[in-house]
């Protein structure tokens, strides 16, 4: 394999893990911060499930919740899905696991 088409790829990843860290960033620090909102709220039901919410985001693997969020459409709703969604499959996953990091 020559250098050149090695660096080509290498370069190629680097701008998807960049685009993936900016998404990722846009989508769950603001969630993380409702997610907050609602824990520090005084309706407790809303606490309850906030507090949930977040030890199951926080006491599961990313590994776990990024196979949840790519096979879960297709085994319980039966959707076909495109190539694409391997991208957005990501950015879900890694916006709801963050969320709840930034939410504590």
Partial sequence: MMLSTVISQLCEGMVTSIEIFLLTLLFSIPLG???AAGRMSNFKPLQWLMK???S??????????????FFGPYYIFGMTLSPDYRMIAVIIAFSINYAAYFAE
């Fill in 33 to 35: 911060l409702l997610i």
């Fill in 52 to 54: 949930i919410y977040i």
């Fill in 56 to 69: 199951i985001m926080r006491g599961t693997p990313l590994m776990l919740q990024l196979i949840v969020v």
